[in-house]
């Protein structure tokens, strides 16, 4: 990463936007922010926890190894996202990798002032709290997931939560590129299968693929797909 002058304007991130605004002048003389390239780490599974990173602007990956070959994108994050906050605990290590997806800008702030903002900032504590408990509603529902739907379905529900998150451009597209394997490692499926059911998707005018970009042409259908065996 390379340190930039263009980064956090203190009126957008999740740190300034939950810190009373005394708190603000504190923030700007601590934090850095940081240019990230395509498709570089901003920091390891494994590293110790240098300090928490709020993206400004572009799109990151979560991911956490599966086995020696293999990886799993736990969710993406975009501008106003915190990334290592998963590093908080009594061990600290990040338990995750982050990488940028396209052009990404990043504000850092060390661990230790982090730490001083959350017992200045209850607001900003509180806020955390609730983020940590949505998480992990959304773990167990993945965990769920992984257990109860099958590979189409995985792949149906994974392309219905990127266009929630992301919405669509002007041409209908979902707004975020991924390439097919980590779309295959946002599901938990093979390449190999991900490739067979997407085809079946765009032959049965689910989906369009062009490049990189994903448009849903049929959503009704496509969330009958995704909850066929769920209840």
Same mark, same amino acid.
Request: proline share 2%; net charge positive; charged share 25%.
């Given at each position: 990463?390379?340190?930039?002058?263009?980064?956090?304007?203190?009126? +957008?991130?999740?740190?300034?936007? %939950?810190?009373?605004?005394?708190?603000?002048?504190?923030?700007?003389?601590?934090?850095?922010?940081? /240019?990230?390239?395509?498709?570089?780490?901003?920091?390891?599974? *494994?590293?110790?926890?240098?300090?928490?990173?709020?993206?400004?602007?572009?799109?990151?990956?979560?991911?956490?190894?599966?086995?020696?070959?293999?990886?799993?994108?736990?969710?993406?994050?975009?501008? *106003?996202?915190?990334?290592? %906050?998963?590093?908080?605990?009594?061990?600290?290590?990040?338990?995750? +990798?982050?990488?940028?997806?396209?052009?990404?800008?990043?504000?850092?702030?060390?661990?230790?002032?982090?730490?001083?903002?959350?017992?200045?900032?209850?607001?900003?504590?509180?806020?955390?709290?609730?983020?940590?408990?949505?998480?992990?509603?959304?773990?167990?529902?993945?965990?769920?997931?992984?257990?109860?739907?099958?590979?189409?379905?995985?792949?149906?529900?994974?392309?219905?939560?990127?266009?929630?998150?992301?919405?669509?451009?002007?041409?209908?597209?979902?707004?975020?590129?991924?390439?097919?394997?980590?779309?295959?490692?946002?599901?938990?499926? +093979?390449?190999?299968?991900?490739?067979?059911?997407?085809?079946?998707?765009?032959?049965?005018?689910?989906? /369009?693929?062009? *490049?990189?970009?994903?448009?849903?042409?049929?959503?009704?259908?496509?969330?009958?797909?995704?909850?066929? %065996?769920?209840?």
């Amino acid at each position: 990463m390379k340190e930039s002058r263009v980064g956090c304007n203190l009126k +957008s991130c999740y740190l300034c936007t %939950h810190c009373v605004n005394e708190w603000i002048p504190a923030i700007a003389a601590n934090k850095k922010n940081f /240019s990230v390239k395509k498709n570089q780490r901003i920091f390891s599974e *494994g590293d110790a926890v240098a300090g928490m990173y709020f993206v400004y602007s572009g799109k990151v990956k979560v991911h956490k190894r599966w086995d020696d070959d293999k990886e799993i994108i736990l969710r993406f994050a975009s501008a *106003g996202d915190i990334l290592g %906050h998963m590093g908080l605990g009594d061990e600290p290590v990040y338990p995750v +990798s982050a990488t940028a997806i396209e052009p990404v800008t990043v504000c850092f702030i060390d661990l230790q002032f982090f730490e001083s903002s959350l017992k200045v900032n209850p607001q900003l504590t509180y806020s955390l709290m609730k983020f940590f408990a949505n998480q992990l509603q959304d773990s167990e529902k993945r965990m769920r997931n992984l257990v109860h739907m099958q590979v189409k379905e995985r792949i149906a529900l994974a392309i219905l939560t990127l266009k929630k998150q992301f919405g669509t451009t002007s041409a209908g597209a979902i707004d975020i590129e991924l390439t097919r394997q980590d779309l295959s490692s946002f599901a938990a499926v +093979s390449y190999e299968t991900l490739f067979k059911v997407t085809n079946e998707f765009i032959q049965n005018k689910l989906i /369009s693929v062009t *490049g990189k970009s994903i448009a849903v042409l049929n959503e009704q259908l496509l969330n009958k797909v995704a909850m066929e %065996h769920l209840v």
